[in-house]
Every structure is written in C-alpha cells, then in structure tokens.
Nanobody
C-alpha cells in the first residue's frame, strides 16, 4: 500500500530553519505532484506548498512565499520542505500528501481534497 513518512520536525527559535522530508513508497513517486500542508491547533488544515510531478513547477501559500522551498528527488522517492526565517505562527503539524492524478498538468494544488494519500504528520514548533 501507499505510505508516506515525514521527518525533520522539531523545536526551533524564531528566525531559525528546519528541513522536512517525506519518503513515499507503494506508488510511482515520479508520476505524482506532491504537497505540504499544515494544521495548527483549533485551525483547519491549510496548504503550504506543492511541486509538480516533474519538479518543473512549484506553488506556495502567500504566508510562506520567499521563506519556504519545496523540492523533490525522484530517485529517492522523497519530497522536501526547506523552511527558513521561521515564525511562531508557522507552528503546526506538517503533512505531506500525494496528488490523486498522475501526471497532473493543472494548477489546482491548494485543495486538500485533490490529494489521496497523506503522511502521519511531523510537529514543528517555533518559539518566540
């Protein structure tokens, strides 16, 4: 079955950096766009970033643009989220997810319902 395993979360001071990783198994990783979402306590899950299956296109939430970078290594079945200049409001559980459509060429990456497999999440806590 398809499995997604995130790692790299932790506690960091404001202004610091973290790099999240998500390893995918059970699916042809290179055929699917990947997304990162996050959910803070008492809030809905929100889109953070996404990358096309080919890696040729990325999309970011306005709140993280210029600070976060999504990338992928298709040879390692891994997607990354480099998070710099972290702020306390970035505190959340971060989830990676695979898009439900192989070789998707559209631009709708921010809707959680477009993703069919999710990881268990990794906690990111940013202290002020």
């Amino acid at each position: 079955q398809v499995q997604l395993v995130e790692s790299g979360g932790g506690l960091v001071q404001a202004g610091g950096s973290l790099r999240l990783s998500c390893v995918v198994s059970g699916r042809t990783f290179s055929a699917y766009a990947m997304g990162w979402f996050r959910q803070a306590p008492g809030k809905e899950r929100e889109f953070v970033a996404a990358i096309r299956w080919s890696g040729s296109s990325t999309s970011y939430a306005d709140s993280v643009k210029g600070r976060f970078t999504i990338s992928r290594d298709n040879a390692k079945n891994t997607v990354y989220l480099q998070m710099n200049s972290l702020k306390p409001e970035d505190t959340a559980v971060y989830y990676c997810a695979t898009h439900s459509v192989a070789y998707y060429l559209g631009s709708t990456y921010s809707t959680p319902g477009n993703y069919d497999y999710w990881g268990q999440g990794t906690q990111v806590t940013v202290s002020s």
